[in-house]
């Protein structure tokens, strides 16, 4: 199951984010993060419910602002970006969200037309056709095509997402509970999906779970989300063999004691 | 502590609340007047719209206005009959039709047909992150949703608005050839000559009125909506309650101008 990544570049870091803070009213939700992304690498980060997992990529992807701190995103500065430049950057940047966020009217091909066609302009019908195939293809749900959103299953639904923000080949990933509320042998599937586009589209991604089992399997290094800063930072052993914290041992058993 | 929310607000919690919100529309036309004449301009989503908000409604309309015309032109009788003076019926009921039913008829269909389908449809897509999935695909979603939509429902309730007039009026006439077997032609020579410029000319511009708001509470509430698809629910409800109220609202203030100006007139 473990993972064996060779296409890590140390030397480059396609996010950097220091003393990263963001409060709602007078709810602080992250109080100081520090992290950076290396090029090629599968980044878990791992926390409860509410820890504010979602909120840490919402501001990498310029949907929430920054109360403080630098968030450098594939050497541009993001707190102060003007709208063009983060949209610019946005495209390089692939967003896959908790609950998919299909567009219901669309059928999958619509879905995944839509993004192309106003992005990549001058592209014929066959050159949009081959790219939806061939997406849909590396996801494995070449069947699904003609499928409304509404007719798919959760699973479904995410690797349609996956491959929506794939057809604009981002050079970021940035998953949002990628398995949450899947079956567990569809979230193997998950894991796998996750794997594979690492390897054949050279992304490096930022992966939000509080399933180990997926952690384990997607990440090269594993970060704890605590009380709003990164903790235990590591390989998946390093974190959780070697740790003896409480809050961290107590997130290991209750996961695998099914 | 106590002493500290307290100080936050200017008058009481809900009149606070009130001036907030009063704040928030205002910003939401603001934006959209800001973003409706800057380039990219969604021409494929306003065409979109027009035909889901506007030609779909057309059978409902026909069918609301063709009845109001007969049953309008029906009602009216017995009191022009106690005059004898039911030759003056096409004259009637082109006035009451023109000014007042159509304009009216047609944006109170429409609150409860489209603003309610606006406010469901963006509130679903809020809920469900489609909005945000909009954002970091860098498609503007408040250019691509919003303005489409109220330029839409602008264009097309006076377009619905001219149709129900005519509709109704056909109604009219069918009931009025019925009982006082007046000819088709003479009936829509009584009708055009009994209206002035100034009554089709108001009622255009109250109906373009009227689509804009409706347009703008659709997707002001659809986009406000909050989390949980019991918001969704909440904003496709609040919204026809609301369109609806400003409708009649704004009715009687054009009312007073309109009046105003037949006197300078
Ligand atoms: N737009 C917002 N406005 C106000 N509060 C918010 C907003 N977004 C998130 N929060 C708050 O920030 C906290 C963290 O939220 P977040 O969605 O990041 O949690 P999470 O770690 O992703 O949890 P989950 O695993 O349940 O998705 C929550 O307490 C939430 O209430
Ligand atoms: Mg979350």
């Given at each position: 199951m473990k993972r064996n990544n060779?296409?890590?570049?140390?030397?480059?870091?396609?996010i950097s984010i220091r003393n990263l803070k963001k409060a709602f009213d007078d709810f602080e939700v992250l109080k100081g993060v520090d992290v950076d992304l290396y090029q090629g690498e599968n980044l878990v980060v791992l926390g409860r419910s509410g820890t504010g997992k979602s909120v840490l990529i919402k501001i990498i992807s310029g949907l929430l602002r920054a109360d403080e701190g630098t968030v450098n995103v594939l050497g541009q500065?993001?707190?102060?970006?003007?709208i063009k430049n983060l949209d610019r950057l946005r495209l390089k940047i692939g967003f896959s969200f908790q609950n998919s966020?299909?567009?219901?009217?669309?059928?999958v091909k619509e879905n995944l037309e839509f993004p192309l066609r106003r992005h990549v302009k001058n592209l014929s019908t066959k050159e949009v056709n081959q790219n939806i195939e061939m997406i849909l293809e590396a996801v494995g749900?070449?069947?699904?095509?003609?499928?409304?959103?509404?007719?798919?299953s959760g699973g479904q639904r995410k690797r349609i997402g996956i491959a929506r923000t794939l057809i604009l080949k981002p050079e970021i990933m940035l998953y949002d509970?990628?398995?949450?509320?899947?079956d567990p042998i569809t979230c193997i599937d998950i894991n796998n999906l996750i794997n594979e586009v690492q390897e054949r589209f050279h992304t490096s991604a930022i992966i939000i779970t509080h399933d180990l089992t997926c952690a384990k399997a997607t990440g090269d290094r594993v970060v704890m989300l605590l009380d709003g800063r990164f903790k235990y930072e590591g390989t998946f052993e390093d974190v959780?063999?070697?740790?003896?914290?409480e809050m961290v041992q107590r997130f290991h058993d209750y996961n695998f004691i099914e | 502590m106590k002493e500290k929310t307290k100080s936050k607000?200017?008058?009481s919690k809900k009149i606070d609340k009130v001036f907030i919100k009063l704040n928030d529309i205002w910003l939401f036309v603001f934006r959209f007047f800001k973003e409706v004449?800057?380039?990219?301009?969604?021409f494929k989503e306003i065409v979109n719209q027009c035909f889901e908000l506007g030609v779909r409604s057309l059978p409902l309309i026909s069918l609301t206005g063709f009845i109001i015309g007969i049953v309008f032109t029906n009602q009216s009788r017995p009191s022009l009959e106690s005059f004898g003076a039911t030759s003056w019926l096409p004259a009637l009921m082109s006035i009451a039709i023109i000014r007042a039913m159509a304009p009216l008829v047609t944006a109170l269909i429409a609150s409860g047909r489209v603003a309610s389908k606006i406010g469901a449809e963006i509130g679903s897509m809020k809920v469900s992150e489609q909005i945000e999935a909009l954002e970091v695909s860098a498609i503007n979603p408040f250019k691509y949703l919003v303005v489409s939509r109220i330029v839409a429902t602008t264009l097309m309730v006076p377009a619905l608005t001219l149709y129900t007039a005519l509709v109704a009026l056909l109604g009219a006439f069918v009931n009025v050839y019925q009982?006082?077997?007046?000819?088709f032609t003479s009936f829509f020579v009584q009708v055009f000559e009994a209206i002035t410029f100034l009554d089709v000319f108001s009622s255009v511009i109250k109906s373009f009125i009227f689509g804009f708001t409706i347009g703008v509470v659709g997707c002001y509430k659809g986009y406000t909506s909050s989390r949980g698809t019991e918001g969704v629910g909440k904003a496709a409800n609040t919204s026809v309650v609301t369109a609806m109220f400003l409708i009649f609202i704004e009715e009687l203030l054009s009312l007073q101008i309109i009046n105003a100006l037949r006197i300078v007139d």
């Amino acid at each position: 199951m473990k993972r064996n990544n060779d296409n890590i570049k140390y030397d480059s870091k396609v996010i950097s984010i220091r003393n990263l803070k963001k409060a709602f009213d007078d709810f602080e939700v992250l109080k100081g993060v520090d992290v950076d992304l290396y090029q090629g690498e599968n980044l878990v980060v791992l926390g409860r419910s509410g820890t504010g997992k979602s909120v840490l990529i919402k501001i990498i992807s310029g949907l929430l602002r920054a109360d403080e701190g630098t968030v450098n995103v594939l050497g541009q500065e993001i707190t102060n970006i003007t709208i063009k430049n983060l949209d610019r950057l946005r495209l390089k940047i692939g967003f896959s969200f908790q609950n998919s966020a299909l567009y219901d009217s669309m059928t999958v091909k619509e879905n995944l037309e839509f993004p192309l066609r106003r992005h990549v302009k001058n592209l014929s019908t066959k050159e949009v056709n081959q790219n939806i195939e061939m997406i849909l293809e590396a996801v494995g749900l070449s069947q699904a095509i003609n499928q409304m959103p509404s007719e798919l299953s959760g699973g479904q639904r995410k690797r349609i997402g996956i491959a929506r923000t794939l057809i604009l080949k981002p050079e970021i990933m940035l998953y949002d509970e990628p398995t949450a509320g899947l079956d567990p042998i569809t979230c193997i599937d998950i894991n796998n999906l996750i794997n594979e586009v690492q390897e054949r589209f050279h992304t490096s991604a930022i992966i939000i779970t509080h399933d180990l089992t997926c952690a384990k399997a997607t990440g090269d290094r594993v970060v704890m989300l605590l009380d709003g800063r990164f903790k235990y930072e590591g390989t998946f052993e390093d974190v959780f063999k070697q740790t003896d914290d409480e809050m961290v041992q107590r997130f290991h058993d209750y996961n695998f004691i099914e | 502590m106590k002493e500290k929310t307290k100080s936050k607000f200017f008058l009481s919690k809900k009149i606070d609340k009130v001036f907030i919100k009063l704040n928030d529309i205002w910003l939401f036309v603001f934006r959209f007047f800001k973003e409706v004449f800057v380039p990219p301009y969604e021409f494929k989503e306003i065409v979109n719209q027009c035909f889901e908000l506007g030609v779909r409604s057309l059978p409902l309309i026909s069918l609301t206005g063709f009845i109001i015309g007969i049953v309008f032109t029906n009602q009216s009788r017995p009191s022009l009959e106690s005059f004898g003076a039911t030759s003056w019926l096409p004259a009637l009921m082109s006035i009451a039709i023109i000014r007042a039913m159509a304009p009216l008829v047609t944006a109170l269909i429409a609150s409860g047909r489209v603003a309610s389908k606006i406010g469901a449809e963006i509130g679903s897509m809020k809920v469900s992150e489609q909005i945000e999935a909009l954002e970091v695909s860098a498609i503007n979603p408040f250019k691509y949703l919003v303005v489409s939509r109220i330029v839409a429902t602008t264009l097309m309730v006076p377009a619905l608005t001219l149709y129900t007039a005519l509709v109704a009026l056909l109604g009219a006439f069918v009931n009025v050839y019925q009982f006082e077997g007046t000819s088709f032609t003479s009936f829509f020579v009584q009708v055009f000559e009994a209206i002035t410029f100034l009554d089709v000319f108001s009622s255009v511009i109250k109906s373009f009125i009227f689509g804009f708001t409706i347009g703008v509470v659709g997707c002001y509430k659809g986009y406000t909506s909050s989390r949980g698809t019991e918001g969704v629910g909440k904003a496709a409800n609040t919204s026809v309650v609301t369109a609806m109220f400003l409708i009649f609202i704004e009715e009687l203030l054009s009312l007073q101008i309109i009046n105003a100006l037949r006197i300078v007139d």
